[in-house]
């Protein structure tokens, strides 16, 4: 399927634009991937309509308590850790640097499984865990990926565990790649030991992100350029449907 904004929707799990008023952050997937409500997030605190964003609307986090919870299901987001992982994670966002912060997650601690999507107090970092105090998939950005200051910018992170070399990318705004390959651990099939949670640690009341989302994207495969270029818009933005 081709949506209205001429982005191939196909392989789309979850689409959450952030444009609620109150309520839960709907999963607004039209395609033949889609999670469903079961991907609708459950918010607590947090203030919707942050209209500092490019698309004009957002969720602000506090970096105290509020955080969001994509219900139940330990299941809906394996295709992000298991041993045919292809995947493509986008969203606009506004963060700066923080010690151990979470902005997505379904695992954490030693014998997790699943992804974890922060950074600390210097740099971006995104991995898989296999349930055994390893890491799959890992990215260590750069000082300068993220930059410390309250700008809004887009992120594209995509993971192809069958490739070669170069199996994770990382795009900020379009033009800022850094990559790197996988480690080499065995990934698991097994269930991800949390559901998805945004801003915060999702097994423990600790480590709340402050951050500002919108747009955020989850796919089972990797989008071209020439689609991250088409959904950055120029730093406009520009929604799938």
Not at 74 to 91: E, G, K, Y
Not at 92 to 111: F, H, M, N, R, V
Not at 212 to 230: G, H, I, K, Y
Request: aromatic share 12%.
């Amino acid at each position: 399927m081709v949506s209205a904004a001429s982005i191939d929707d196909t392989g789309l799990k979850a689409y959450w634009r952030f444009n609620e008023s109150s309520g839960d952050i709907i999963n607004q997937s039209e395609s033949s991937a889609d999670l469903g409500s079961s991907a609708d997030i459950q918010i607590t605190g947090a203030t919707y309509e942050d209209n500092g964003s490019p698309l004009g609307t957002g969720m602000s986090f506090d970096g105290v308590d509020d955080y969001g919870v994509c219900g139940s299901s330990l299941t809906n987001f394996n295709f992000l850790h298991n041993a045919s992982a292809t995947w493509t994670i986008c969203f606009w966002g506004q963060l700066t640097k923080a010690s151990d912060k979470y902005i997505s997650c379904t695992s954490e601690g030693g014998t997790g499984i699943g992804l974890k999507l922060g950074m600390n107090a210097t740099d971006f970092r995104i991995y898989t865990q296999n349930g055994a105090d390893e890491l799959v998939a890992t990215f260590q950005g750069s000082s300068g990926f993220i930059p410390n200051n309250t700008t809004w910018y887009f992120y594209c992170f995509r993971w192809d565990q069958d490739i070669a070399s170069n199996n994770f990318k990382a795009i900020r705004n379009d033009n800022n790649l850094e990559q790197s390959n996988k480690t080499g651990n065995s990934p698991s099939n097994s269930n991800a030991t949390d559901p998805m949670t945004f801003a915060k640690r999702p097994d423990l009341n600790s480590n709340y992100t402050q951050i500002a989302l919108a747009e955020f994207s989850v796919w089972n495969r990797v989008l071209t350029d020439d689609e991250m270029t088409a959904l950055y818009n120029g730093g406009s933005g520009k929604a799938i449907y």
